[in-house]
């Protein structure tokens, strides 16, 4: 059985940080991510890092945010700086083993105060 648990949501104005924590148990994974969803938007991907420690991220995003993970505690990163309104949104993390069905945690609220 596979969960995930995120924290480290939150309120912050404009120019703050916020870092999200992903834990995952029952396996591991070879891609974890976060991705977000804004009221009335489509969900994105926000950024993906692999067990090797390739990364992508969304150009809104670049400079900003920088994913890491924890293989050993297999547990996934978004540090998140420079926040801006337009950053809030659900946050949700999401891990992957390639062919087989991917997992997304519950989600956490990010809102960022103009």
């Known amino acids: 059985q596979v969960q995930l648990v995120e924290s480290g949501g939150g309120l912050v104005q404009a120019g703050g940080s916020l870092r999200l924590s992903c834990a995952a148990s029952?396996?591991?994974?070879?891609?974890m991510a976060w991705y977000r969803q804004a009221p009335g938007k489509r969900r994105e991907l926000v950024a993906g890092i692999t067990r090797g420690g390739f990364t992508n991220y969304a150009d809104s995003v670049k400079g900003r945010f920088t994913i890491s993970r924890d293989n050993a505690k297999n547990t996934v990163y978004l540090q998140m700086n420079s926040l801006k309104p337009e950053d809030t949104a659900v946050y949700y993390c999401n891990v992957a083993n390639a062919g087989y069905t991917d997992y997304w945690g519950q989600g956490t609220q990010v809102t960022v105060a103009s």
């Open positions: 029952g396996r591991l994974f070879s891609t």
